[in-house]
């Protein structure tokens, strides 16, 4: 039996800035995760205004603007058939009232690499190649097993994703739709890009009817190096084999014209869907079960196993366990 005071489900964003967050309060937490190490495909590459408060709590920022692209250009809007602007928004238009540092741009690995490294001075250990199976709760602990290893801690926080084994393990719904598309993400390396005039980041928009029928991307840069992102659509009638089988450079090249030499830089490439969801707070009630929702993060006071479904809900998250606000019990 492996004890601690939290024991949190997900080595991502969320998961390890949460363990950041609760260990400076000094709480002992271990972190677990199905994964065999950081994955760094192409995820999360964007942190806005709105959650740099997090970082800068957790002790991070300064480290994640020196590793990161802070934004300079802004957000254009850009029309796929000859790249002209139609919209842009200056980077500093949505900062938070208190704080007025612009977005940073930094891939969602590297953003991780960095909480690593500060968990290592709180002695939190990240454990790789555990997967939830279940859990329980016996009086005020909550009892989770994972690879046949059982977990003892007063709280367990859910960071595990958008098909979180946390959510279901307990009845919580996430109600919500998944849009008809996939997203292809591909990350390439073209030196001359920014002779094109673009932003940092900009949506290249394709008005047609149907959804099927656009050539509409997400084009931005991944962090102060070389490597941007190509977030494109495609309708979801294509399997995840079929999409990695479609040719990716032809659709770059349609969307970033005049890309010499773009086929051989070619850097890594995922699928991913689009969802519209939310925790609504609607759980099952069971004997002695208490249900709470908190601005969009779902807990289960009686088991005292929270659901965490985005980087906002952590920061309140956090500071209500840090605070004693979740008790057991109550």
């Given at each position: 039996?492996?004890?601690?005071?939290?024991?949190?489900?997900?080595?991502?964003?969320?998961?390890?800035?949460?363990?950041?967050?609760l260990?400076?309060?000094?709480?002992r937490?271990?972190?677990?995760?199905?994964?065999?190490?950081?994955i760094?495909?192409?995820?999360?590459?964007?942190?806005?205004?709105?959650?740099?408060?997090?970082?800068?709590?957790?002790?991070?920022?300064?480290?994640?603007?020196?590793?990161?692209?802070?934004?300079?250009?802004?957000?254009?809007?850009?029309?796929?058939?000859?790249?002209?602007?139609?919209?842009?928004?200056?980077?500093?238009?949505?900062?938070?009232?208190?704080?007025?540092?612009?977005?940073?741009?930094?891939?969602?690995?590297?953003?991780?690499?960095?909480?690593?490294?500060?968990?290592?001075?709180?002695?939190?250990?990240?454990?790789?190649?555990?997967?939830?199976?279940?859990?329980?709760?016996?009086?005020?602990?909550?009892?989770?097993?994972?690879?046949?290893?059982?977990?003892?801690?007063?709280f367990?926080?859910?960071a595990d994703?958008?098909?979180?084994?946390?959510?279901?393990?307990?009845g919580?719904?996430?109600?919500?739709?998944?849009?008809?598309?996939?997203?292809?993400?591909?990350?390439?390396?073209?030196?001359?890009i920014?002779?094109?005039?673009?932003?940092?980041?900009?949506f290249?928009m394709?008005?047609?009817?149907?959804?099927?029928?656009?050539?509409?991307?997400v084009?931005?840069?991944?962090?102060s190096?070389d490597v941007?992102?190509?977030?494109?659509?495609?309708?979801?009638?294509?399997?995840?084999?079929?999409?990695?089988?479609?040719?990716h450079?032809?659709?770059?090249?349609?969307?970033?014209?005049?890309l010499?030499?773009l086929?051989?830089?070619?850097?890594?490439?995922?699928i991913?869907?689009?969802?519209?969801?939310?925790?609504?707070?609607?759980?099952?009630q069971?004997?002695?079960?208490?249900a709470?929702?908190?601005?969009?993060?779902?807990?289960?006071?009686?088991?005292?196993?929270i659901?965490?479904?985005?980087?906002?809900?952590?920061?309140d998250?956090?500071?209500?366990?840090?605070q004693?606000?979740?008790?057991?019990?109550?």
């Amino acid at each position: 039996m492996t004890e601690c005071d939290i024991l949190i489900i997900g080595a991502g964003p969320v998961g390890t800035l949460s363990a950041l967050l609760l260990a400076k309060q000094g709480r002992r937490v271990i972190i677990i995760d199905r994964e065999p190490a950081i994955i760094n495909s192409p995820r999360a590459i964007v942190y806005l205004p709105q959650s740099l408060g997090s970082l800068k709590a957790a002790g991070i920022l300064d480290d994640v603007c020196a590793a990161g692209l802070v934004m300079k250009t802004g957000v254009g809007w850009r029309h796929v058939s000859d790249h002209k602007l139609v919209a842009h928004i200056d980077p500093f238009a949505l900062h938070a009232d208190d704080n007025p540092q612009p977005a940073i741009l930094l891939g969602q690995h590297l953003l991780i690499n960095i909480i690593a490294k500060h968990l290592q001075n709180y002695g939190v250990e990240i454990r790789y190649n555990h997967t939830f199976q279940n859990l329980r709760q016996e009086n005020n602990k909550v009892i989770v097993m994972a690879n046949d290893t059982e977990f003892t801690s007063s709280f367990v926080i859910g960071a595990d994703g958008s098909r979180s084994a946390v959510r279901k393990a307990l009845g919580i719904e996430f109600e919500g739709f998944t849009h008809p598309l996939n997203f292809m993400a591909v990350n390439f390396r073209y030196a001359k890009i920014k002779t094109t005039g673009f932003n940092e980041a900009q949506f290249i928009m394709d008005p047609q009817e149907k959804v099927e029928d656009a050539n509409f991307a997400v084009i931005l840069q991944t962090g102060s190096g070389d490597v941007w992102r190509c977030a494109y659509g495609d309708a979801d009638k294509f399997s995840d084999e079929e999409l990695k089988a479609l040719p990716h450079t032809t659709r770059l090249h349609g969307l970033v014209q005049s890309l010499s030499g773009l086929a051989s830089s070619y850097a890594r490439r995922d699928i991913y869907g689009e969802q519209q969801r939310y925790n609504s707070g609607k759980l099952s009630q069971q004997r002695e079960q208490q249900a709470r929702n908190a601005d969009g993060s779902n807990d289960h006071t009686g088991r005292n196993a929270i659901a965490v479904t985005g980087q906002n809900d952590n920061d309140d998250l956090y500071r209500k366990i840090a605070q004693g606000e979740y008790t057991h019990g109550k």
